[in-house]
């Protein structure tokens, strides 16, 4: 083996062992979110938009200067969320919460919905616990 | 010995293999077991040469009545594997096919643009993932077996692999075109269901995995191994990408559902426009409109 084939190779299994563990980012890529940076946010909910082949938890977040932003996070579908506990009556227009994601990387107010703690009741809400074989 | 006598000679004795080699993956180790499957993979040039050898050794086949079904019933869903083809494949390793150098380029760019961020999914724009990409959705799944047909189903986009039991053949070569699905034939080897899928379009097994051509095939055997499992046995014949045919294991529990609560809705999946996405210039995923931002008209949006 050359040793210019043996340095392609290393570099390919460098690159495998760097990538992160593909996501269940259902349906369609999730390349768009961040793969490690988060972000934490509080607010009320807006809207629970509990679709296919993902939903979206649309969240007012008051921010410094008084304005409000909505931010939407990506969550998978209705059936991934019921197996993971979460339900369309768990978070009610006007829910207050503190919900953490991975933010889009072109500045948008979305993320993807990691987990959230609703204010009431300090439950946690993880969508990805849907995926587990129980 | 005459041309003939040999001829069947060769024949029964790769019956007689064929039927050695699935009874002793019966108890063996994982390992071993994968290993011999993929022997017996390699034994037979075609899926169509591998489906018929097991039938033979099946004698046959038989068909189902309704007061002999097997229990396939409750909702079921992948059990490992995440969304890589084969759920033996190593986390830092690339996909365990064999692949022809122009195919094995093909995934080594994709990983490799992923990872820089670059991906695009074919079924971004709805589009069922077709099989064998079907085997490893991580959704919901159901599993119908009547006498003369039984259906696969995967709840994402609504997708049933109808597979005929009722010992029908394929279509006729002529009037075959490709089919998300493909053409499933199949017959019970006692509580085995054995399926042979020809008329498949081309396709990708899943993210960061190889692509397959229109001329793959597939032969599976399915079986419950346990009260809530059902394993596959699964041989991907494709010659202009594979060198060997790639055989993989997969397997489906049984969900716990005491209280009835699993159920398989319709599934739309166009029905929330924050879904809908575009592949930008360099091949990459992006949102099309988020309805709930005005930043859309000046950020990433394909207008």
Redesign the interface.
């Known amino acids: 083996m050359s040793a210019r084939i043996r340095m392609v190779m290393w570099l390919f299994m460098l690159i495998l062992s760097l990538s992160p563990t593909t996501r269940l980012a259902a349906h369609h890529s999730g390349t768009m979110f961040e793969e490690k940076k988060t972000v934490t946010l509080e607010g009320v909910v807006r809207e629970f938009q509990y679709t296919n082949p993902h939903s979206w938890l649309l969240v007012d977040v008051t921010n410094k200067d008084g304005s409000v932003t909505t931010w939407g996070f990506e969550a998978e579908g209705p059936s991934t969320l019921a197996r993971a506990g979460i339900k369309p009556g768990d978070f009610a227009v006007g829910t207050r919460l503190s919900i953490t994601g991975r933010p889009m990387k072109d500045g948008r107010p979305a993320a993807t919905w990691e987990y959230a703690v609703r204010a009431k009741d300090k439950k946690r809400f993880e969508p990805r616990e849907g995926f587990k074989v129980k | 010995m005459t041309r003939v006598t040999k001829t069947l000679l060769a024949a029964a004795l790769l019956v007689i293999v064929t039927a050695a080699l699935v009874w002793s993956a019966r108890s063996e180790d994982p390992a071993q077991r994968k290993a011999r499957m993929t022997e017996l993979g390699l034994q037979h040039k075609t899926a169509t040469d591998l489906y018929r050898a097991l039938e033979q050794t099946a004698g046959g086949g038989r068909r189902l009545a309704w007061n002999g079904m097997p229990d396939w019933s409750g909702v079921y869903?992948?059990?490992?594997g995440?969304?890589?083809f084969d759920p033996d494949q190593r986390?830092?390793?690339?996909p365990t096919a064999k692949l022809t150098p122009e195919y094995q380029g093909r995934m080594?760019k994709r990983?490799?643009l992923?990872?820089q961020?670059?991906?695009?999914?074919p079924?971004?724009a709805c589009a069922p993932p077709g099989h064998p990409r079907w085997l490893t959705?991580?959704?919901?799944r159901e599993f119908i077996v009547t006498p003369n047909q039984t259906w696969l189903i995967n709840?994402?986009v609504n997708d049933i692999r109808r597979v005929y039991t009722d010992g029908r053949g394929h279509v006729p070569e002529a009037d075959r075109y490709p089919l998300y699905n493909g053409d499933s034939i199949g017959f019970w080897d006692g509580s085995r269901l054995v399926i042979h899928t020809n008329q498949l379009q081309a396709g990708i097994y899943q993210?960061?995995n190889p692509d397959y051509t229109d001329a793959v095939e597939t032969v599976e055997i399915w079986e419950k191994t346990t009260d809530a499992l059902l394993e596959v046995d699964v041989w991907v014949y494709d010659p202009p990408a594979l060198v060997e045919p790639w055989y993989t294991r997969q397997s489906y529990?049984r969900?716990?559902d005491p209280d009835k609560?699993?159920?398989?809705?319709y599934?739309?999946?166009s029905?929330?426009q924050?879904?809908t996405?575009f592949k930008t210039q360099d091949g990459?995923?992006?949102?099309q409109d988020?309805t709930?931002?005005g930043?859309?008209d000046t950020?990433?949006a394909a207008k």
Not at chain 2, 91 to 94: D, H, I
Not at chain 2, 117 to 121: A, F, I, K, R, S
Not at chain 2, 137 to 140: S, V
């Open positions: 869903t992948r059990a490992r995440g969304i890589t986390p830092g390793t690339p080594i990983i490799e992923a990872t961020g670059v991906e695009w999914d079924i971004s959705e991580p959704f919901l709840e994402m993210r960061r529990s969900l716990d609560s699993l159920r398989i809705r599934w739309n999946c029905e929330n924050n879904n996405v990459a995923t992006q949102f988020l709930f931002t930043q859309d950020k990433g």
